[in-house]
């Protein structure tokens, strides 16, 4: 865990607190030890040199406001993605503008088995009732 500076409390972007649990009559180590044993803790608050306030979520630290004999502690212990992901997809190059004014309500199960590579100059207008 490393201590933010200037001494005091942590604090979020709004200058509160964040979720957090209190564990009294601790001190350092202990507060150390039991954040980076704890797979929700992201950092805590030394209060008055012996009791913790453990932090569970890591928008809590934008910074430390002096307060007292307080100290703030971020600690990067919070557990990792159980399973990462495999490799992203590169973004489609060029996405559709707008979406399609009726868009096909449920897909065909599959797709054609052999498409037709240029669409017909005459098409029917309407679908026969057997293949051709």
């Given amino acids: 865990c490393v201590e933010i500076l200037p001494e005091g409390s942590c604090r979020n972007a709004a200058d509160g607190y964040g979720p957090y649990y209190d564990i009294t009559g601790t001190g350092l180590a202990s507060c150390t030890s039991l954040c980076e044993g704890d797979g929700a803790c992201f950092g805590f608050t030394l209060l008055f040199g012996s009791d913790c306030r453990i932090f569970t979520d890591d928008t809590t630290f934008h910074h430390s406001s ?25 973004p489609t190059e060029a996405p559709t503008a707008s979406p399609v004014a009726s868009p096909t309500a449920t897909p065909s199960p599959s797709p054609t088995a052999s498409p037709t590579a240029v669409p017909s100059a005459s098409p029917t207008a309407s679908p026969t009732s057997t293949p051709t």
């Fill in 66 to 90: 002096a307060h007292g004999s307080l100290n703030c502690f971020h600690c990067v212990s919070a557990s990792p993605t159980a399973t990462p992901t495999e490799t992203p997809t590169a």
